[in-house]
């Protein structure tokens, strides 16, 4: 798979689910990226709290698996980058996130890493997420981490959607990078939104359209003309962007839909200024 950086795109076939935090027709959608990591310890409750507060549409979070199979929101396979694991379990490097159970990533502190403000931040599990956002109104884009640690991760994604649908109804995209994995979600909860990451050319495309709804690529590979083709094919285009204000005000240029970015109060205030909001 393409392992891009940068700016993404998530374009959704028209005619398919569309999220019901999706902007109306001129508007531009704010999707704060890792929950919005520029102001706050990414991956947390606490950002996403921020990044509505800073008038995001949504938080996209990243999935992944415990060694008791629970469902947590982390970017990275390891726990050294953003949390305390490395002083609370010293004797268990490389600290993989499938080595740890839940009751052990419990003791960790996820925010004092960005600011002592967030000291004693937990990491979340996917049904915290759901419960505290679930009739916010605030959409969730979230992004299943595949790892040959985590060979069930799509059963156990299938498994707390379908239990917890009336929480997030109409407010949730899945994305990832294994373009095959999520069919497993799909047959169990087809109402989801499925969204690839990575650089699938159209002919690809039509060959996971039975489930599959949108496409993701890289910054580099966002062109006006790309976006008129991907128009022709009656989908909605998102870019995930940084700060950058000459990058957001070229994304916008071209019609984006939305803006997926690590500083959603810098897109929100860019798009208010423009008047699409």
Known sequence: MYRLLGAIVIATVAGLATPAWAAAPGNIEVIAHRGGSVNAPENTLAACALARAQQADACEFDIQQTKDHQLVLMHDETLSRTTDVEQVFPGRSPWHVADFTL?????????????????????????????????????????????????????????????????????????????????????QVPEVPIVLLGNPSLEQLRGVADYVRGVTLSQRLVTEEYIKELRRKHMRVYAIAGGRRPVIRRLMGYGVDGILTSNPERVAELTWRRGGR
């Open 103 to 187: 009751a052990e990533i419990r003791r960790l502190d996820a925010g004092s890493w960005f600011s002592s403000r967030y000291r004693d931040e937990r990491v979340p599990t996917l049904r915290e997420a759901l419960d505290q956002l679930g009739g916010s109104g605030t959409g969730l884009l979230l992004e299943v981490k595949h790892s040959p640690r985590s060979p069930d991760i799509d059963q156990q994604v299938a498994a707390v959607l379908q239990e917890t649908r009336d929480q997030w109804r109409g407010n949730l995209v899945l994305q990832t990078f294994d373009w095959r994995a999520l069919r497993v979600v799909h047959d």
